[in-house]
């Protein structure tokens, strides 16, 4: 087929390459700024907060590079019979409801050391991005919190994998409001044993 050019080809795919990407296309790690990034390649955990207004806790955000296929990473985080054998504190993970193949409700059971054994149930949504995975989830009940949300986010990043673990939570008691700095502690020390178990099972697999 003969196609003519047209004289305004140049100037279109210029200004379409001066647009700002959608969200839905860009990665997660232009959220970071150089400095974050340049800490991210050392394979350190890069831990951003943001204040929520009105909130008593922050939104706690974590970046990490994980040596692993992006698939392995999410498999893993819903490998919930099997997350007390790698996650330090929690005794037991256990889907109770499956509103649909994507969504499960699990209950966790977990040791706290300053406090003691407490349970509460999480929705789990599970999807397929453009660019990776993304399991969201939010508290269906809980005594010590009025609510939490959160996603971990997986995308590849050459021939390996990057995630944020994102989540936020608001106490339900001023007893529990006090522990904000354990709080950021748990949360790198979830995503440091996320990070541990994939590269294991990603090495054991013979990087497949």
Request: include cysteine.
């Amino acid at each position: 087929m003969n196609r003519r050019f047209h004289p305004l080809l140049p100037i279109l795919l210029l200004l379409a390459a001066l647009l700002p990407r959608p969200a839905s296309m860009a990665g997660m790690l232009d959220e970071l700024d150089a400095e974050k990034l340049a800490k991210l390649e050392t394979g350190e955990n890069v831990l951003v907060t943001r204040e929520v207004p009105g909130a008593v806790w922050p939104e706690v955000l974590i970046y990490r590079k994980v040596a692993a296929t992006p698939k392995k990473v999410t498999e893993l985080f819903l490998d919930y019979e099997n997350a007390d054998t790698f996650i330090a504190n929690l005794e037991s993970a256990k889907v109770e409801n499956e509103p649909d193949p994507n969504t499960k409700d699990v209950r966790y059971t977990v040791r706290l050391p300053v406090l003691f054994t407490i349970s509460y149930l999480v929705r789990n949504r599970y999807e397929k991005t453009r660019g990776g995975y993304t399991v969201h989830w939010n508290l269906l009940h809980s005594v010590f919190a009025k609510s939490a949300v959160g996603a971990l986010r997986v995308e590849p990043h050459g021939e390996i994998a990057v995630i944020c673990y994102a989540n936020h939570v608001e106490p339900a008691t001023k007893l529990v409001a006090g522990l904000r700095g354990l709080a950021l502690k748990e949360a790198s020390k979830t995503v440091d044993a996320i990070v541990a178990e994939a590269e294991r099972r990603h090495k054991a697999d013979g990087g497949q």
